[in-house]
């Protein structure tokens, strides 16, 4: 699929070598940007970019839809996921950084819920010690006591913003979602989130973003932490211009009507309605 970006997980970095991808001449958005074909692998598409302006502000505005898919076969499942965004100016002018104004999901969220009724029992020696010659001897009852407790499991869901640029200075440019599974079920995280950034430019400036993954993996009963692409991995980043629209060729690429939704005034715009946010699990790999 174009626009597609796939990040394998390893066990250690990623160094410089082959499955290298680049952009080709002149090229700032390409359509596949690493391409590495493993079992277990994360995919993010980029479905949807739209520019803008912030109402309060008056700041230009970029509406960036990303999905994601966890990929895991074989008898693995996913235990747990993070997946950071980092949002930079193209030319690494720090002060220059689009700034990421709100996202969706957002928060700590529960999703698929149960609960678990346990029986506790427990009790004591009731009695006294009866001295018998020179041997004591326990004399009285056992009694105990059963409780029933009720816990709650679920799937947990958290969105972030956060800083990270040299210093830790200025506004958040940053995004990070986890999924961690429901520990009663372990069935894994769900395989399947869209999710929404409305980022905000006070420079007419082009950005680029980088993604990076960490999961901790259930490779049937054995629990290993994996890494996905790191900055230092050599990928060219995707390079957006807020002045320009997605292209025609781009066809998996949408943008809002402006006849629809009022795009002078981005912040107004409910992110999980316009963006379809959803987090679901695909089931023998039907989305």
């Given at each position: ?102 996202i969706s999901p957002y928060g700590r969220l529960a999703l698929n819920k149960t609960e678990k009724i346990q ?100 490779f049937v009963g054995e629990v290993r932490t994996l890494f996905g692409l790191e900055r230092k991995d050599p ?45 679901v699990t695909a089931l023998d790999g039907v989305e």
């Amino acid at each position: 699929m174009a626009n597609r970006l796939v990040i394998n997980l390893l066990e250690e970095p990623i160094e410089e070598g082959e499955f290298r991808t680049k952009n080709s001449p002149g090229e700032k958005f390409r359509p596949i940007l690493v391409d590495r074909g493993n079992q277990l692998l994360t995919k993010v598409d980029i479905v949807g970019i739209t520019h803008g302006k912030l109402d309060a502000t008056g700041d230009l505005a970029t509406m960036l839809i990303f999905e994601f898919r966890f990929v895991a076969t074989g008898g693995r499942r996913f235990k747990s996921a993070s997946v950071d965004i980092k949002f930079e100016d193209s030319e690494g002018q720090l002060t220059q950084d689009p700034i990421v104004h709100a996202i969706s999901p957002y928060g700590r969220l529960a999703l698929n819920k149960t609960e678990k009724i346990q029986d506790v029992k427990w009790g004591a020696n009731a009695g006294i010690n009866a001295g018998v010659g020179p041997v004591g001897a326990d004399a009285g009852v056992l009694w105990e006591v059963e409780e029933v407790k009720s816990r709650e499991f679920h799937t947990k869901l958290t969105g972030v913003k956060r800083v990270m640029r040299r210093g830790f200075f200025g506004e958040e440019n940053v995004v990070i979602w986890t999924l961690e599974e429901n520990e009663d079920k372990g069935d894994g995280i769900p395989t399947f989130m869209r999710a929404a950034v409305l980022l905000r430019h006070p420079y007419d400036l082009p950005f680029t973003f980088t993604v990076k993954v960490k999961a901790d993996v259930d490779f049937v009963g054995e629990v290993r932490t994996l890494f996905g692409l790191e900055r230092k991995d050599p990928i060219d980043p995707v390079e957006i211009d807020p002045g320009m629209f997605p292209k025609a060729e781009w066809s998996t690429v949408k943008t809002l009507d402006p006849k629809i939704h009022d795009l002078e005034k981005m912040d107004n715009l409910i992110l999980k309605e316009v963006a379809g946010v959803i987090v679901v699990t695909a089931l023998d790999g039907v989305e």
